[in-house]
């Protein structure tokens, strides 16, 4: 079974910073395009980055400058460093896989795959 999960969410200080990892755990095969969104109460979830098999990456305008979104392939795992995080941050942030190859029994392939959140509060 494939699954991602999410780690390093919390509290933080306007201006701080927080990392955030998701891992794909399973007999993963290979990962198209990993990302990162968000959503706050209220609010529709929204893209924050993501990153290709080949490290291209796409950042929200509201991100730039301040997150950087990474990858390593043979961890199946993507990272979000987060700096001079505003109060306007705060969020759930969801990792996120466009298509995931896996092998259980034979070669499968699963599309649109979501972790679970992890809770990112930014306030003084």
């Known amino acids: 079974q494939v699954q991602l999960v999410e780690s390093g969410g919390g509290l933080v200080q306007p201006g701080g910073s927080l990392r955030l990892s998701c891992l794909a755990s399973?007999?993963?095969?290979?990962?198209?395009?990993m990302g990162w969104y968000r959503q706050a109460p209220g609010k529709e979830r929204e893209l924050v980055a993501t990153v290709t098999s080949d490290a291209r990456t796409n950042y929200a305008d509201s991100v730039k400058g301040r997150f950087t979104i990474s990858r390593d392939n043979a961890k199946n795992t993507v990272h979000l460093q987060m700096n001079s995080l505003k109060p306007e941050d705060t969020a759930v942030y969801y990792c996120?896989?466009?298509?995931?190859?896996?092998?259980?029994?034979?070669?499968?392939?699963?599309?649109?795959?979501w972790g679970q959140g992890t809770q990112v509060t930014v306030s003084s």
């Open positions: 996120n896989a466009d298509r995931i190859t896996y092998f259980r029994l034979f070669r499968q392939t699963l599309y649109d795959s």
């Open positions: 399973g007999s993963i095969v290979s990962i198209n395009t």
